[in-house]
């Protein structure tokens, strides 16, 4: 699904970049887009607010507190994760993310993270972004579906997959799964020992940025 | 003295460079062309007069986004046009940021004579590389919206 889609008929209006229009709107694929050179100020914010008002007459109007969580706006983006463990992710995109703004993973399990400096030397991608960050918001449940799928990585290698194709079984309590003597994996036949491998499709893990 | 517009042309293709300025010259533009990036920047310094510049992104040695950095430390006021191929969005990305007046896709030679036209008249006309009023072009986006 392309921005032009999920966020049409919205107006992007872009303060303080040198550079013009025509050339952000080619660059961004958005015909609904105004640059200009002057950083947004009191006069430009009530004339847009005026403006919209005016075309808007006979219309209801809503505004939001800015606590308001309909404010909270939705990106899908496209990333591929380059690391994995319980308490941080690290993910390579085409697009250029700011720091400590949230993405939400989606694919394997739901989780969120908070994109941070790296405290870890990254590889650099020469296609776009390469960022890190700490895993947080996680229930107590995806915890454990994390945790699962972290040894799962261990143990299968790193593989791209998607919902349909990762399947970590019935969902476990953290007291079973520390209660699961370690000795029975060992015991296990070695053609047993490896989780059953499922089909796995070869797209690419998806974040959506908050 | 002369009363045409000056135009600046970059590009590191010798065939395309001709034919450009056979183009505009027959259009009654005062063309100046430069093949590849560093000959470009000595040309400009050596005419800072002119009214716009055209230039490739990917070029060898000094590419297009290290000519508008250049260019930029001299005028700030000169249009920049960049005339390019496919793949190189990155760099045009990055090249916006140095203020890019328009972006024109190769080979689309009418697109890049109106895209001129355009860009020498808003320059001579004093205004800035951005929308003149953004506030008019909320509006008329508004009405086109609803």
């Given at each position: 699904?392309?921005?032009e889609?999920?966020?049409?008929?919205?107006?992007?209006?872009?303060?303080?970049?040198?550079?013009?229009?025509?050339?952000l709107?080619?660059?961004?694929?958005?015909?609904?887009?105004?640059?200009t050179?002057?950083d947004i100020d009191?006069?430009?914010?009530?004339?847009?607010?005026?403006?919209?008002?005016?075309?808007?007459?006979?219309?209801?109007?809503?505004r939001?507190k800015?606590?308001?969580?309909?404010?909270k706006?939705?990106?899908?983006?496209?990333?591929?994760?380059?690391?994995?463990?319980?308490?941080?992710?690290?993910?390579?995109t085409?697009?250029?993310?700011?720091?400590?703004?949230?993405?939400?993973?989606?694919?394997?399990?739901?989780?969120?993270?908070?994109?941070?400096?790296?405290?870890?030397?990254?590889?650099?991608?020469?296609?776009?972004?390469?960022?890190m960050?700490?895993?947080c918001?996680?229930?107590?449940?995806e915890?454990?579906?994390?945790?699962?799928?972290?040894?799962h990585?261990?143990?299968?290698g790193?593989?791209?997959?998607?919902?349909?194709?990762?399947?970590?079984?019935?969902?476990k309590t953290i007291?079973?799964?520390?209660a699961?003597?370690?000795?029975?994996?060992?015991?296990?036949?070695?053609?047993?020992?490896?989780?059953?491998?499922?089909?796995?499709?070869?797209?690419?893990?998806k974040?959506a940025?908050? | 003295?002369?009363?045409?517009?000056?135009?600046?042309?970059i590009?590191d293709?010798?065939?395309?460079?001709?034919?450009?300025?056979?183009f505009?010259?027959?259009?009654?533009?005062?063309?100046?062309t430069?093949?590849?990036?560093?000959?470009?920047?000595k040309?400009?310094?050596?005419h800072?007069?002119?009214d716009?510049?055209?230039?490739?992104?990917?070029m060898?040695?000094?590419r297009?986004?290290?000519?508008?950095?250049k260019?930029?430390?001299?005028?700030?006021?000169?249009?920049?046009v960049f005339?390019?191929g496919?793949g190189?969005?990155?760099?045009?990305?990055?090249?916006s940021?140095y203020?890019?007046?328009?972006?024109?896709?190769?080979?689309?030679?009418?697109?890049?004579v109106?895209v001129?036209?355009k860009?020498?008249?808003?320059?001579?006309?004093?205004?800035?590389?951005?929308?003149?009023?953004?506030?008019s072009e909320?509006?008329?986006?508004?009405a086109?919206?609803?």
């Amino acid at each position: 699904m392309s921005y032009e889609r999920v966020l049409n008929p919205s107006i992007v209006a872009v303060f303080g970049h040198p550079s013009s229009t025509d050339a952000l709107r080619k660059l961004y694929g958005r015909g609904n887009l105004i640059a200009t050179t002057y950083d947004i100020d009191e006069r430009l914010g009530h004339g847009m607010v005026e403006r919209m008002q005016a075309v808007k007459k006979g219309q209801d109007i809503f505004r939001f507190k800015t606590k308001d969580q309909r404010l909270k706006a939705y990106f899908p983006l496209d990333a591929q994760v380059t690391s994995l463990t319980e308490n941080e992710i690290t993910f390579m995109t085409t697009e250029e993310l700011p720091y400590y703004s949230v993405v939400k993973v989606s694919v394997p399990l739901d989780l969120y993270a908070v994109i941070v400096p790296s405290l870890k030397k990254l590889s650099p991608n020469i296609h776009g972004h390469h960022y890190m960050g700490l895993i947080c918001g996680v229930e107590s449940f995806e915890y454990n579906t994390l945790r699962k799928l972290v040894n799962h990585i261990i143990d299968n290698g790193i593989e791209e997959w998607s919902n349909d194709s990762f399947d970590l079984g019935d969902p476990k309590t953290i007291a079973e799964i520390e209660a699961r003597p370690e000795e029975d994996a060992l015991d296990e036949p070695q053609e047993n020992k490896r989780p059953d491998r499922v089909e796995r499709h070869k797209s690419k893990n998806k974040l959506a940025k908050l | 003295m002369s009363t045409k517009s000056k135009i600046l042309f970059i590009d590191d293709e010798e065939e395309l460079l001709q034919l450009l300025g056979d183009f505009f010259s027959n259009l009654d533009f005062e063309v100046f062309t430069a093949n590849g990036g560093d000959e470009g920047l000595k040309m400009f310094r050596t005419h800072r007069d002119v009214d716009l510049v055209i230039c490739d992104i990917s070029m060898p040695r000094v590419r297009g986004l290290d000519v508008i950095k250049k260019i930029r430390m001299l005028s700030d006021d000169v249009p920049f046009v960049f005339f390019t191929g496919f793949g190189s969005r990155d760099n045009m990305i990055e090249a916006s940021k140095y203020g890019a007046y328009d972006f024109v896709r190769k080979p689309d030679i009418a697109g890049l004579v109106e895209v001129a036209k355009k860009a020498i008249e808003n320059s001579k006309a004093g205004g800035s590389s951005t929308t003149n009023d953004p506030l008019s072009e909320y509006q008329r986006l508004l009405a086109r919206r609803d």
